[in-house]
């Protein structure tokens, strides 16, 4: 099947309380396991890619090809959309113009009014071409792709906003981090997640940060309304461990372990195992 938008996947995702894994690609090995493991599980995902990773995948066009190629040659069925993550005003026209599915402007660390003001024009753009768009109020914490965040709690009025100018999904900052979670973390602000749903209603919520929150918070987050979980971290640190494991049992030495059709096996494996555990998690599974 063709890249299809977010929207329908996000609507049902919604309506069924459950949520969507977006999953961020590096290479050829992680898109790949993961389109393999949605089909395995005859789910729905989402592919998510930032600017930093587009930069290196020798860019968005490149992306465009590779994941065109896979989901025909690998005959994937399921409905899968091809995401730009915390994209700037610029990278977002980008990808729109290479063919990417669905973008996330995130705009949150503008005043609110020039937030406004850049969503509304990137809305316009992707109605206009069938794309879903993500916004965000409220940035997210941690670092990514050197961009630091405190982790805030988004204004529920100001979410309201930003839902009510068209976009597909909104991601709020409710206290989450990208990367792993330091051990002083004071864990999500349902308060505020339960504050924005009330306001913005059947808009499907994004919640950003995914690796490591405890399985019952994002049971909870489900519940008040998130549609779409983003993991990126969790897959690194599964492919990391599983790579180190193979060189330090001096597997590369081996015969032809050098290979690296061999030496990506087990990283590959590993992010497989990671990305199905999430979607069963997620309750993803069997809703393609
Ligand atoms: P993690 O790296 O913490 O899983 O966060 C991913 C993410 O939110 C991408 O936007």
Redesign the pocket.
């Known amino acids: 099947m063709p890249l299809v938008n977010a929207a329908e996947m996000l609507t049902k995702a919604k309506a069924g309380h459950y949520a969507v894994g ?1 999953f ?1 690609i590096n290479n050829l090995e992680w898109t790949k396991a993961i389109l393999l493991t949605a089909q395995e599980l005859n789910s729905p995902v989402i592919l ?1 890619v ?1 600017e930093g990773a587009g930069k290196y995948m020798a860019g968005y066009k490149t992306v465009v090809g590779m994941v065109n190629g896979m989901l025909e040659e690998l005959n994937i069925t399921v409905p899968v959309a091809l995401h730009l ?2 994209g700037s005003y610029e990278g977002a026209k980008k990808c729109i113009e290479a063919g990417f599915s669905s973008i ?1 402007f995130d705009g949150s660390h503008y005043p609110i009014e020039e937030n406004i003001e850049k969503t509304k024009e990137l809305v316009a753009i992707c109605k206009e071409k069938g794309l879903s768009i993500e916004a965000e109020v409220g940035s ?1 914490g ?1 670092e ?1 792709d050197g961009i630091i965040g405190m982790g805030e709690c988004a204004d529920p009025n100001e979410c309201k906003q930003i839902a009510d100018l068209g976009v597909t999904m909104l991601a709020a900052g409710i206290g ?5 979670y330091p051990d002083n973390w004071k864990g999500l602000s349902f308060e505020t997640l339960d504050a924005v749903q009330k306001l913005t209603g059947a808009m499907p919520l994004v ?6 929150i405890p399985a019952d918070m994002i049971k909870k987050a489900i519940s008040l309304g998130v549609s779409k979980i ?7 640190l599964a492919f990391q461990e599983a790579t180190r494991k193979y060189i330090e049992e001096g597997k590369d030495l081996q015969g032809k372990g050098f290979d690296p059709r061999k030496l990506l096996a087990p990283g590959f494996e590993a992010i497989k195992a990671t990305v199905k555990e999430k979607m069963e998690l997620f309750g993803s599974v069997n809703k393609a």
Do not use: F
């Open positions: 977006q961020n998510g930032s993550d915390h996330m997210i941690g990514e989450n981090i990208h990367g792993k919640l950003h940060g995914g690796t490591g983003n993991v990126n971290t969790e897959c690194q």
